[in-house]
């Protein structure tokens, strides 16, 4: 009867005992709860708690990524557009955390509530156009707005938002297609309007340049026009000069006969001439 008892008093106190203690591991809060009353621990390691009247429990600090669903957003020219995001967050206040959202999945339904509000009003000061045309690198400003505006309304919970990002904006199907072909009607209005006025220089440029080789050309003309009536008159007085005498006349006459005779006589040929003719004399030595 004795051994029993001791035997129930050993289990009583090694139950009390196990339940007084609690472990915190790292990457996590712990959470003592005593009815209505909270309190957090941030550090790991081993601790104590009042048996049966209080509870540990535990909520993480790591980081966490929540896929925000595809939302529907009006933009500042009444078009509808689907934005995809995604947000990364962490706990900052546990005790707030659970006053407030109370669970994981009631934190980040808060989270996504936000950041659609916020999404919602930075997409309704853009137009369709501008969002359409921007490449997804450029969405750092929008992000950057929708994080700032979202932080801190989830102060309030207890919650750190670390990073919003928009992976994609997309077209409801319904208007999808009338979308795209006012955009390519757009560029090949823009595609045509850049054709024209290419084309428009170009002429110009022909123009210019064709008009320039003409003043080039009829210049280059007029100077050997010149050139050629001053070398013509250079080589008459040349000619004036070297024949100003009698002898010298008759001289140039002979020379110029020959000249004649010795393109008449080329080739294998017959030439009959008038006896008196200047060529005849020059051949027998006449005058």
């Known amino acids: 009867m004795r051994s029993s008892l001791i035997l129930s008093i050993i289990l009583v106190t090694l139950l009390v005992g196990l339940n007084s203690l609690y472990y915190v591991y790292e990457g996590e809060y712990g959470i003592i709860k ?73 934190g980040e ?10 999404l919602r009003s930075t997409i309704s000061k853009k137009n369709q156009n501008e969002i359409i045309e921007a490449r997804a690198g450029e969405y750092a400003n929008l992000n950057e707005e929708v994080l700032d505006n979202a932080i801190d309304r989830l102060g309030n919970f207890g919650i750190e938002l670390v990073d919003v990002q928009i992976k994609k904006f997309d077209l409801p199907e319904s208007n999808r297609i009338a979308v795209f072909e006012r955009m390519m009607s757009e560029r090949n209005r823009i595609a045509a309007r850049f054709l024209a006025e290419g084309e428009e220089e170009a002429n110009m440029i022909r123009y210019n340049v064709d008009r320039e080789k003409e003043i080039i050309v009829s210049k280059a003309r007029a100077d050997a026009a010149k050139l050629e009536g001053e070398g013509e008159s250079e080589y008459m007085r040349i000619l004036a000069a070297a024949y100003n005498s009698a002898e010298r ?37 006449g005058h």
């Open 34 to 106: 005593r009815f209505d009353q909270v309190r957090d621990i941030k550090s790991p390691g081993l601790g104590v708690k009042i048996p049966f009247i209080e509870s540990k429990s535990s909520l993480t600090k790591k980081y966490v990524m929540l896929d925000i669903p595809q939302t529907d957003v009006l933009t500042l020219d009444m078009r509808s557009m689907t934005v995809d995001t995604y947000a990364v967050w962490h706990i900052v206040n546990p005790r707030l955390f659970l006053q407030t959202a109370h669970t994981i999945p009631g």
């Open 109 to 118: 339904s808060r989270i996504a509530n936000t950041v659609y509000g916020t």
């Open 249 to 285: 006349a008759e001289f140039y006459e002979f020379l110029r006969t020959l000249d004649a005779l010795k393109l008449s006589m080329r080739g294998d040929k017959t030439i009959i001439m008038p006896g008196d003719s200047a060529l005849s004399r020059t051949m027998i030595g």
